[in-house]
């Protein structure tokens, strides 16, 4: 892939974005090469299907494909140089003899993210085992007017997630899971989907901001890190 767009030879960066950017439609912009820019995002999306560490600046840049500007593209070779650095990485899945641990969710929303609609971004990751099992990064379908409300919906979009693994788990013999926890960092949420009755204080969970917002370098290291992303050449 590096090969194809003339990166081979670029410098890396150690983050896919980085926590100050924030674009938009970028209506004053020079027009890029479309096609260009449409082969670059495609080539990034068939990535995040291993690499979660990706996910939320291949879906930011994607909504930008109809008319991409500089602006877009300098943020998609950025992508592509943190892609540069870091070819070694992947998901570390432990073997074992047989299916052992819980299936646990981390889920998140950006309130307001989107600069043009001012839509919220739902992201959710599943734990499983050692490593990430499932993830996505997706612009929500409603203006919310809380973060409340923003939270609320992702936290409703990762348990049909829920609901379906769960289901295909079943399917593959593991029976084990009794019920799966889904952790928010919300707690107006937590109360709500809980009870109506306000009650008890919630634990801050941070894993699922990887899929929602540009983060820090530090931050974002150790996020990657807790999917369970390694460099294979260090393995044994």
């Known amino acids: 892939m590096l090969r194809k767009f003339g990166l081979m030879e670029c410098n890396s960066v150690n983050n896919p974005i980085a926590p100050t950017v924030k674009i938009d439609k ?7 090469d479309k096609t260009l820019f449409k082969q670059i995002v495609g080539s990034l999306m068939y990535l995040t299907a291993t690499r ?3 996910i939320f600046v291949t879906s930011l840049i994607s909504r930008y494909m109809d008319k991409p500007t500089e602006m877009h593209m300098q943020v998609a070779k950025i992508a592509l140089r943190y892609v540069k650095g870091t070819t070694q990485l992947g998901i570390h899945y432990q073997r074992t003899t ?18 043009d609609d001012r839509r919220s971004t739902s992201g959710y990751v599943f734990i499983f085992s050692s490593g990430a099992v499932a993830w996505s990064s997706k612009k929500q379908p409603i203006v919310t007017l809380s973060t409340t409300e923003a939270e609320f919906v992702a936290v409703a979009f990762c348990t049909c997630q829920a609901i379906w693994m769960k289901r295909v788990l079943e399917d593959l013999g593991y029976n084990k899971l009794n019920c ?4 928010c960092d919300n707690s107006s949420t937590i109360k709500l989907s809980k009870n109506p009755v306000m009650h008890g204080r919630s634990k801050h969970i941070d894993i699922a901001d990887i899929m929602t917002k540009p983060l820090k370098l530090e931050t974002f290291q150790r996020l990657r890190i807790m999917l369970g992303l390694k460099n294979i050449t260090e393995l044994n």
């Open 52 to 54: 979660p560490d990706l």
């Open 26 to 32: 970028d209506p004053q912009g020079n027009a890029v």
């Open 180 to 183: 799966i926890g889904i952790k």
């Open 98 to 115: 047989e299916m052992k641990g819980e299936l646990m969710s981390y889920t998140d929303s950006d309130y307001a993210g989107d600069m």
